[in-house]
């Protein structure tokens, strides 16, 4: 009868509106699900998971391609950041600033300062034991303070000049350089073969009559130190034909050359 009379069809669309909301248990039942899912999609993508750990797996077993980045030649240099010697910082010395081609020669003008400081040092201590064992006069100490006081500054101003003319491609700076490190050079065999006071060259082996001087300790202190004035010499030469090589292959190259890449 509903479905004959034509009257009746406001009452059933009353009874079943087309667009009634469904019931609150059907909706909370689609918001669980859907929360459910969010969180499985989580615990998915999660760096904690299974996926993850295979990739980080994956990713260590690859090799790791490193490529040093460091600046050129007047590029990023902190000139005015003394840090260097690092016990009285009195200049700005970074090796990783330099060319890639200049860092070998650079580290060899280091060295020949290092090597000259130790070499007066020794001869300090040298010269106090033999002067509290064999007697010699004291001023022999205090010229070899003295030493100490002339001749490693003077081997770090010979290290600048060089350093930094290699970095700034000045040429007036590596003329400089060659010629105090010539100077050096013939001071350091003056000391290697003269006997003179506190200078214990190799002639001392030589001027030194039987029963004086002494004995073993002093021959011992004349080879050692004549050794390393001799090496010190060597060093010397060896950096000023490296010091002309080295501003030769940088002004032709113009830029920086930077390391190779290595695989780790």
Known sequence: KLGCNPGSRPALEEA???HAHPPLQIRAMADL????AAAAAVRKVSPFGKPAAGVHAMRSSLPALTVARVSGPNMDIHWEDFNYPS???LIHFDISELQYCLRKTVRLLNMSFLLTALVCLVNVVDTAILTAVAGVPGRWLLQSVLHVALL???QFAAFYLGYRGLATT???LLRRFQFFQLVLCVISVFFAAVSFQCINGLLRLVLTEEGEGAGAFGAL???VESLLWMLNACLGLLNIVMVRKASKVSSHRGTYSSPPAKIV
């Open 33 to 36: 699900i859907a929360s459910a």
């Open 221 to 223: 202190v004349v080879c």
């Open 16 to 18: 079943h509106p087309p």
């Open 152 to 154: 490693p500054p003077a």
């Open 170 to 172: 000045e040429r007036v």
């Open 87 to 89: 016990c009285f910082p």
